[in-house]
Nanobody, 124 residues
Framework: QVQLVESGGGLVQAGGSLRLSCAAS????????MGWFRQAPGEERKFVAA????????YYADSVKGRFTISRDNAKNTVYLQMNSLKPEDTAVYYC?????????????????WGQGTQVTVSS
């Protein structure tokens, strides 16, 4: 069983930055692909970014390319999402997810474990 705990959400003005963190329990983190998703009110949960188990490969949704950066620290069992140049349309609950059977994670929602989410609100 893996537990994922997100933190770092909050209220920020458009153009600002936030850094989300996701701490994972267990011994499988360094073998797991990790992803970030987000869900706005009334919408389905959508892919934001993902990173391979060793951190060498990253993937981004077109809507966040050039503004968001995903990274991980396997020594700390933590994955990060640095969000810059935030826009009101980035407002959503952000979820961390892990897939222990794949080092290179999918961009679909085929993950094994999910966090509880952290709210990000960007004001205009």
């Amino acid at each position: 069983q893996v537990q994922l705990v997100e933190s770092g959400g909050g209220l920020v003005q458009a153009g600002g930055s936030l850094r989300l963190s996701c701490a994972a329990s267990g011994r499988t983190f360094s073998r797991s692909g990790m992803g970030w998703f987000r869900q706005a009110p009334g919408e389905e949960r959508k892919f934001v970014a993902a990173i391979s188990c060793g951190g060498g490969s990253t993937y981004y949704a077109d809507s966040v390319k050039g503004r968001f950066t995903i990274s991980r620290d396997n020594a700390k069992n933590t994955v990060y999402l640095q969000m810059n140049s935030l826009k009101p349309e980035d407002t959503a609950v952000y979820y961390c997810a892990s897939i222990i059977t794949r080092c290179y994670p999918p961009t679909s929602r085929e993950y094994d474990y999910w966090g509880q989410g952290t709210q990000v609100t960007v004001s205009s």
